[in-house]
């Protein structure tokens, strides 16, 4: 009755994934993974964030801005 070899946990992951599919184990692979970038994000002090600098772009160092230019009604009298 000592540890657990590898067959016990091999047993245990195949019936794990008969009961609950690959689908739903990626998902919740991906929620979790999500979740601890979220907590490490919300564990940076403000001075770590601070600290970090952030690059400024100066609005004429050739960046296309794309937008859609609309006429403006003209007022009824």
Same mark, same amino acid.
């Given at each position: 009755?000592?540890? @657990?070899?590898?067959?016990?946990? @091999?047993?245990?992951?195949?019936?794990?994934?008969? *009961? /609950?599919? $690959? !689908? &739903?184990?990626?998902?919740?692979? $991906?929620? @979790? +993974?999500?979740?601890? &970038? +979220? /907590? !490490?994000? +919300?564990? !940076?002090?403000?001075?770590? &964030?601070? =600290? $970090? #600098?952030?690059?400024?772009?100066? #609005?004429?160092?050739?960046?296309? *801005?794309?937008?859609?230019? !609309? &006429?403006? =009604?003209?007022?009824?009298?």
């Amino acid at each position: 009755m000592g540890s @657990l070899s590898i067959w016990h946990w @091999l047993i245990v992951l195949v019936v794990v994934v008969l *009961i /609950f599919g $690959t !689908k &739903k184990l990626r998902n919740l692979g $991906t929620d @979790l +993974g999500g979740a601890v &970038k +979220g /907590f !490490k994000d +919300g564990m !940076k002090s403000e001075d770590d &964030k601070a =600290a $970090t #600098p952030q690059p400024e772009i100066h #609005p004429a160092a050739g960046q296309t *801005i794309e937008g859609e230019v !609309k &006429k403006e =009604a003209q007022p009824r009298a």
